[in-house]
């Protein structure tokens, strides 16, 4: 191996993908070093055939979801020390032929992180008008914050430093792609869009979830991301309310009871609620605080350790 050149290593993961795998695993071992496989628990030959054809292949017994089947790749390529580590789907929709756009801003130094975008311009998406409506609407709900406009595109490009970030995340399933913007700006990453051609006609039905289901996935994940980074503001704040509440209630309901010895059961019980609900709340903040902060913690130590 040319020792000018980046070690580039590319990720797919699959699942029932015996139909398109070959082609994608072939066409892609022309612009990267490695090609790693996931095999997510497919039932047909996805893996026999991304293996006889020179992919290293990583099996899930069972269906563990893209997130995990990216973590488990990610995992394995890092003890290979690659310059780039891309990522496509195994379904055909990305074209290996453009991995070289995604690689050469990191390669360059000009990002940690970059994004094959289907809304940048030069792009181009041959999607039924039903989907391309369905991607602006997904697209909007995982957008908390990124000036990424494409955040759900699977087509993506790492540096070892950007590896090392989203190897950090806990999606197992599609949110993946939300989360790891959260932790690129999270962690200061520089992140880069370049247009790219996505492929769905001819492909059957690439969606492996059905948008209701794809839609309550994402936006799981934007809140557990939303939460989990500010839970004072989000949880402490409105805890606090509502113990107010319920101290003032409370507090109407002694005076009420004293001077018409009437119990007045909605006031007992909105009192109650807004007491208990608060305070778990006000609970719930301090202690995810203090795990996040844990956490920051453990990662710039380990950052210091390397």
């Known amino acids: 191996m040319d020792a000018s050149k980046p070690f580039v290593v590319a990720c797919i993961p699959a699942k029932n993908e015996e139909g398109t795998i070959g082609s994608v695993v072939l066409k892609t071992k022309k612009y990267v070093d490695r090609v790693v496989v996931c095999d997510d628990g497919s039932v047909d030959l996805t893996g026999a055939i991304a293996e006889g054809?020179?992919?290293?292949?990583?099996?899930?017994?069972?269906?563990?979801?893209?997130?995990?089947?990216?973590n488990s790749s990610f995992r394995y390529v890092r003890d290979l020390k690659p310059d780039v580590v891309v990522v496509l789907d195994a379904d055909g929709q990305h074209d290996p032929s453009e991995i070289p756009r995604l690689v050469e801003?990191?390669?360059?130094?000009?990002?940690?992180?970059?994004?094959?975008?289907?809304?940048?311009?030069?792009?181009?998406?041959?999607?039924?008008?039903y989907r391309r409506v369905g991607l602006r609407l997904i697209n909007a709900l995982s957008n908390s914050g990124s000036n990424v406009v494409d955040t759900q595109s699977g087509f993506r490009a790492f540096s070892a430093k950007a590896l090392e970030v989203v190897l950090g995340g806990e999606?197992?399933?599609?949110?993946v792609e939300t989360e790891q913007l959260a932790l690129a700006q999270k962690n200061g990453l520089r992140v880069m869009e370049v247009p790219v051609a996505i492929r769905y006609n001819g492909l059957g039905n690439t969606s492996k979830k059905n948008p209701v289901s794809h839609g309550a996935e994402l936006l799981g994940t934007v809140?557990?991301?939303?939460?989990?980074?500010?839970?004072?503001?989000?949880?402490?704040?409105?805890?606090?309310?509502?113990?107010?509440?319920?101290?003032?209630?409370?507090?109407?309901?002694?005076w009420y009871f004293n001077t018409t010895h009437y119990f007045s059961l909605p006031l007992a019980l909105i009192t109650f609620g807004a007491l208990v609900i608060g305070v778990l709340l006000i609970i719930t903040s301090f202690i995810l605080y203090a795990m996040s902060r844990l956490r920051s913690s453990r990662l710039v130590n380990a950052n210091v350790s390397q």
């Open 53 to 70: 054809l020179g992919a290293v292949v990583i099996r899930h017994e069972r269906k563990m979801g893209k997130g995990a089947a990216l």
């Open 105 to 129: 801003p990191i390669v360059s130094g000009a990002a940690d992180m970059v994004v094959g975008s289907r809304y940048v311009g030069g792009s181009r998406v041959d999607a039924p008008f």
């Open 171 to 175: 999606a197992e399933g599609y949110g």
């Open 223 to 254: 809140l557990r991301l939303v939460v989990e980074d500010r839970p004072l503001l989000l949880l402490g704040v409105p805890g606090f309310f509502l113990t107010m509440v319920g101290v003032f209630t409370g507090g109407y309901f002694l």
